[in-house]
């Protein structure tokens, strides 16, 4: 046997024994998967949405950002029944979850989140490498799904472009450490990551909560003046990621208020996010059972509706 087979012979073994998912896919990661497929949940429409279709949506900015890593994109339709979830679960290589505006704890948003989120660990407890992406909303509906109760608290970051403190995790962090050197730096000095939330998972909570602190990895940091709040995490044994603020609105949207950025190093910090995930979600296997069930389940067979420059969306995709 060659080294090299010998030492992915014995992580594999270690994974089985004692590890988890991470370790697992780091031996299995020859066999790379270049078409991946990623699921992105809709949610209830806005309310007075005057371009509304049907009763969900999905931002297209978020379909964008997954097609610049190099994905492409099935919607997630809210309001269906687990047995269509799972069907989907194991047809697509990732999930992300979108910003948006719906309660997190009651919404078919949130139902269709915590189905997808418990059969996520399932299948990388059992070796199967399945990551989830939430931004800002998907942020705070990942750590409700884990401390199986709402911790969030109200700050002052409706729209706000900060920097990030970064801890020192950061740096051997899996999502930062693919970042160039030079743009972590510029994340650290200048005001170039969005925030569009009211609500925030403060240190505090998080800190205090044993199944938050024993799941996820602080990545940084901020402030809203008063509150420490967390802006970026990792979950420790699971490939599963949260930003509060907004990676997909640099290059893909274009209300012109205070917090928005689209400066070269925003939009860079866009790419290397998307990239990052994408390259993640290539360690699923996970396949459509057809190129037929494919082609009808991709997010092509609909048009994004253009709702205008001063729109907190320019283009949403809407469902039944
Ligand atoms: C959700 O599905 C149920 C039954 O499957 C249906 O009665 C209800 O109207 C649906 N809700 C929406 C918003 O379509
Ligand atoms: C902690 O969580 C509770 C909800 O359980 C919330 O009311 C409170 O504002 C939070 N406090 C901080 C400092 O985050
Ligand atoms: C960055 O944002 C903070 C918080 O809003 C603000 O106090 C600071 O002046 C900003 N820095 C620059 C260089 O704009």
Redesign the pocket.
């Known amino acids: 046997m060659s080294r090299r087979s010998e030492a992915v012979l014995a992580v594999l073994t270690a994974c089985f024994f004692w590890s988890g998912p991470i370790l697992c896919a780091a031996a299995r990661s020859q066999q790379l998967n270049d078409r991946p497929i990623i699921g992105v949940l809709a949610q209830e429409n806005l309310p007075g949405d005057q371009f509304a279709a049907g009763?969900s949506y999905i931002a297209a900015s978020y379909v964008k950002f997954l097609e610049s890593g190099g994905a492409r994109v099935v919607p997630i339709r809210i309001?269906r029944t687990e047995e269509e979830y799972t069907k989907l679960f194991y047809s697509i290589n990732g999930l992300l979850l979108p910003g948006g505006d719906v309660d997190i704890q009651t919404s078919?948003f949130s139902r269709a989140a915590r189905i997808f989120y418990n059969l996520a660990l399932k299948a990388n407890d059992a070796g199967d490498y399945f990551p989830i992406w939430g931004t800002c909303q998907g942020f705070q509906q990942l750590s409700v799904l884990t401390a199986r109760k709402n911790l969030l608290t109200l700050t002052k970051t409706k729209s706000v472009a900060l920097r990030l403190t970064l801890t020192p995790a950061a740096q051997s962090s899996r999502l930062f450490r693919s970042f160039p050197k030079d743009l972590l730096q510029t994340l650290t000095d200048e005001n170039i990551t969005s925030n569009f939330h009211r609500w925030s998972l403060s240190m505090q909570n998080y800190s205090r909560n044993a199944k938050l602190k024993r799941f996820y990895k602080v990545l940084s940091t901020n402030s809203d003046g008063e509150k420490e709040f967390i802006s970026t995490m990792e979950a420790y044994r699971y490939p599963f990621y949260a930003v509060q603020w907004h990676p997909e609105k640099s290059p893909f949207e274009w209300i012109d208020k205070p917090g928005m950025v689209h400066s070269i190093s925003a939009v860079r910090t866009s790419f290397y996010s998307a990239s990052f995930f994408i390259s993640e979600a290539m360690k699923s296997q996970h396949r459509f059972s057809s190129p037929a069930e494919e082609d009808k389940a991709l997010i092509y067979n609909h048009q994004p509706v253009y709702r205008g420059m001063t729109a907190v969306f320019v283009q949403n995709y809407y469902f039944?």
């Open positions: 009763f309001n078919q039944d």
